[in-house]
């Protein structure tokens, strides 16, 4: 049996932030870094191996930029606008009018009386077509624990605003495979 592949196409996913739609979210990266030691033997130049020390998840999202001053039309996301416009402090607004994304991690994230009391969340991008049983389409990026550590924005003459969000997370699976933690959390 063949398969006809379904290739992933920007114009068509969903980014989702603690099971909330991001509204007008335009692009997603993310690095995932194993680091790696050479292991050294004394008498011999060259290195016996690299062993792996470290696993580190980051990335950046960006968002274009609405203010509370805007209509309740409805949005790419399939919802109206949020009321409050999508700050970060308004929790991003969402694909629906009044639900917030990340409501906790969010504002507390760039806060700095209230960075302590941040909390990780989970990033999701879908592809909305693959879903044809069920409406919600195919995850293949799941980001698990995150935290944002910067913000970022600007604006032209020609263009809309868009901030971009730079996170860390623990974990980074796809579509293809779960990875799992190791050591003694595991």
Do not use: W
């Amino acid at each position: 049996m063949s398969y006809k592949p379904t290739f992933i196409v920007g114009a068509r996913a969903k980014i989702k932030v603690d099971g909330q739609t991001v509204a007008f979210a335009t692009a997603v990266q993310y690095n995932v870094d194993v680091t790696h030691v050479p292991v050294e033997c004394l008498g011999a130049y060259e290195v016996i191996a690299y062993e792996p020390v470290g696993y580190r998840v980051s990335g950046t999202m960006t968002v274009v930029r609405y203010t509370a001053n805007g209509n309740t039309a409805a949005g790419p996301s399939g919802g109206a606008a949020a009321a409050g416009g999508n700050s970060p402090f308004n929790g991003f607004g969402a694909g629906s009018a009044g639900a917030t994304v990340g409501a906790a991690a969010t504002p507390a994230a760039f806060n700095p009386g209230n960075l302590l009391l941040s909390a990780t969340f989970n990033i999701e991008v879908y592809d909305r077509r693959d879903g044809q049983a069920n409406q919600s389409g195919q995850r293949f990026i799941l980001i698990e624990n995150a935290r944002f550590e910067k913000r970022s924005g600007g604006i032209n003459a020609k263009g809309l605003m868009e901030e971009q969000y730079s996170f860390n997370g623990i974990l980074f699976s796809d579509d293809a495979a779960t990875v799992v933690n190791s050591g003694p959390n595991a």
